[in-house]
């Protein structure tokens, strides 16, 4: 049926000992148990904690639940919070749910910092209940964070009031259900763009920078066919910030920029038609050249983003951009939600995609 969250890097925890029914009555009862079994456990010649600075849902299936337990996990860490980790499991035998206090060191070596994991694997079938079920256990005055690893959203009930609940959301699904687009949402799609714009962003700055401002650039996106999406999302990008420096679009087709002192930028978005390596590779084309290499986007994750300058290699470890501290860092700064709905803007007027954020063909 699935297993309770083991939270790494703890002095301890506390599971409730029986399986649980998919009941906010039983759940919370469970819940004040296994509280008053921490401070009894831990609590000896200590304060123990209680902490709960946002309310997080994860949800899961089968095929993504390791990534989203080590997700938990990191969360939990760095944040305390009350954690709801759904897991819609088609494997399960029958909908169960657990509770787990997990507690750390705090700063102080005689506190302790703890919090909550409501661990919940559900049927299909049962699906409908769980929303209802975590609406009535979030806890007041405190955001709601959610992150869905499902590479497809289709359990309709918890879609919705995953949309309806949290004040920001974070998919993993290609497909983006049309409410979706209509709240502040980020694709991780996007995160895992991060290193390689950082990488852009520097490279155009040189770029751009020189001292012979009439000199054209192109700027070549290459991409294997399944990273058509994000290879369109980079372009997007691009185009949105330049825009906010004084170049205008000249032309579409080809796609052409133009800056006011007459300098261009041609950008070229080529399917290689076959899967290789890098999934996306972007190289800037003037008296020099820059070739940005890999991201760790896609299901067999590149561990590294090679940057190339002439003779000059840079790499950058995806080690150094971990998922939890980006949205946590997500919940306090909108910047990067930004940056993505100008992005998308940019690809709907430049009519690369269709105004519901669905990407056009041909």
């Not at 497809?152 to 049309?178: G, H, K, Q, W, Y």
Request: proline residues 5%; charged residues 25%.
């Amino acid at each position: 049926m699935g297993a309770a969250l083991s939270v790494s890097e703890t002095l301890g925890s506390q599971i409730s000992e029986e399986v649980l029914p998919l009941s906010a009555e039983k759940i919370g009862g469970a819940i004040a148990t296994i509280w008053q079994d921490t401070h009894d456990t831990f609590g000896a010649g200590q304060s123990v904690a209680r902490v709960c600075l946002n309310n997080l849902i994860v949800v899961t299936d089968d095929e993504n639940h390791s990534s989203a337990d080590e997700l938990t996990r990191d969360l939990a860490r760095r944040q305390p919070s009350r954690i709801f980790l759904v897991c819609v499991s088609d494997r399960a035998e029958k909908s169960g749910v657990w509770v787990q206090t997990a507690c750390h060191v705090g700063s102080s070596p005689n506190a302790l910092v703890c919090y909550e994991v409501i661990a919940i694997t559900v049927r299909p079938a049962d699906v409908n209940a769980v929303a209802s079920l975590i609406r009535s256990l979030l806890v007041d005055s405190v955001p709601v964070i959610g992150v869905d690893f499902r590479r497809i959203m289709t359990a309709f009930s918890l879609d919705r009031a995953l949309i309806e609940m949290t004040d920001r959301l974070f998919v993993n699904a290609d497909a983006i259900p049309a409410a979706v687009t209509a709240i502040d949402f980020l694709p991780l799609r996007w995160y895992a763009t991060l290193p390689m714009r950082e990488a852009i962003a520097r490279a155009m700055d040189l770029r751009l920078n020189r001292n012979y401002p009439d000199m054209p650039i192109a700027i070549t996106v290459s991409h294997d066919p399944p990273e058509e999406e994000t290879a369109a999302l980079l372009v997007g990008w691009m185009v949105s910030r330049l825009r906010q420096h004084e170049w205008t679009i000249h032309s579409r087709q080809p796609l052409v920029l133009r800056h006011q002192a007459g300098r261009t930028i041609t950008f070229n978005l080529v399917d290689r038609g076959t899967t290789g390596e890098p999934p996306v590779r972007l190289q800037f084309t003037d008296r020099e050249q820059i070739t940005i290499a890999g991201n760790w986007l896609t299901q067999k994750r590149s561990p590294m983003l090679t940057v190339e300058l002439g003779d000059q290699k840079e790499q950058v470890k995806s080690n150094d951009y971990p998922l939890a501290a980006y949205i946590l860092a997500g919940t306090k700064d909108a910047s990067e939600f930004d940056d993505y709905r100008a992005a998308m803007a940019c690809l709907v007027d430049l009519e690369l995609i269709h105004g519901d954020y669905r990407r056009k063909k041909g």
